[in-house]
């Protein structure tokens, strides 16, 4: 897989998928979904696979994906992945947009990917290995 144009290879149920969110890809999905989608809501997360699977695997609708329900925040952070990657490429996500010494990421980008990480924060379940 290549991160840099945005694509991650995901398992679903055993079946190997991959997601690609081109610049087509992105647009669509804030324009359906905004800039803060709710990533822990199954049709959200759902829909926006749906548009990353577009490209090569036109028969994974948003139906489909929620049929076979995979473990939603595994699957959502996958698809967390390809966006970043979409979104910023191999640069460093920006921890806050304070960074005065560093190139800035475009505002809603940067925002986007902000709430995106406090979700999965919030959403996640503390590891319970001592590692």
């Known amino acids: 897989m290549n991160p840099v144009t945005g694509e991650k290879q995901v398992d679903i149920n055993g079946s190997k998928y991959v997601l690609r969110f081109d610049w087509k890809a992105i647009a669509e999905m804030e324009h359906k979904y905004g800039e803060a989608p709710n990533m822990l809501d199954t049709d959200v997360v759902a829909g926006i696979a749906e548009i990353g699977f577009r490209r090569a695997h036109p028969d994974m609708t948003a139906d489909k994906i929620i049929d076979q ?44 990917w902000m709430r995106l990480k406090a979700l999965f924060q919030r959403g996640s379940a503390p590891s319970s290995s001592g590692s």
């Open 69 to 112: 329900s995979p473990p939603l925040v595994p699957f959502a952070k996958a698809v967390q992945d390809a966006l970043q990657w979409a979104y910023f490429g191999p640069e460093a996500v920006p921890d806050t947009p304070k960074d005065e010494g560093k190139k800035k990421a475009p505002r809603a980008a940067a925002g986007l």
